[in-house]
């Protein structure tokens, strides 16, 4: 078995070259080159060989969070991959709910966070710390800009 950074390293490689070319080709004209991408995919991602297939080669996160573990009925999660969960829609493209996602970020991190923030960064907002509750956001998202409060923070 290779160990992570000779496997890191050979993944870089062939998603810099082989992997880069023939998204660039679109189609490779021969069977036996795409075969060979789609194989090496499959063993990279452990996606089926028929899904890269379909999709052309080309892979999108929240598909392929749904894809992955799409046989047991699960999902993977966006922001970490060792936490798994499951959708009420197991034939959907994209996964439906990210509850077991969610659940590490509003557990014990935010607290950390914000002691973080009050302490070291003098921040203090009333506003509480809320995520996937469907309530409108107190900062406009229609712009399509982050929430920036770096200018409130003081200097470590």
């Known amino acids: 078995m290779l160990t992570w950074t000779p496997c890191m390293k050979e993944v870089e490689n062939f998603a810099m070259t082989d992997y880069a070319t023939a998204l660039l080709k679109g189609r490779p004209a021969a069977a036996a080159e795409r075969t060979r991408i789609i194989d090496r995919m499959h063993n990279y991602t452990g996606l089926s060989k028929e899904y890269l297939d379909q999709c052309n080669l080309r892979l999108e996160v929240g598909r392929f969070n749904k ?33 077991a996602t969610i659940r590490p970020f509003t557990g014990r991190m935010p607290r950390l966070c914000m002691s973080y923030m009050h302490r070291t960064l003098k921040y203090d907002n009333p506003l509480p710390y809320e995520v996937l509750t469907g309530r409108p956001r107190p900062w406009p998202m229609a712009s399509n800009k982050y929430l920036n409060v770096a200018e409130t923070c003081a200097m470590p």
């Open 67 to 99: 894809e992955l573990l799409r046989s047991e009925g699960k999902t993977v999660g966006r922001l970490d991959s060792r936490i798994t969960g499951y959708d009420y829609d197991n034939a959907a493209k994209n996964t439906n709910t990210t509850p």
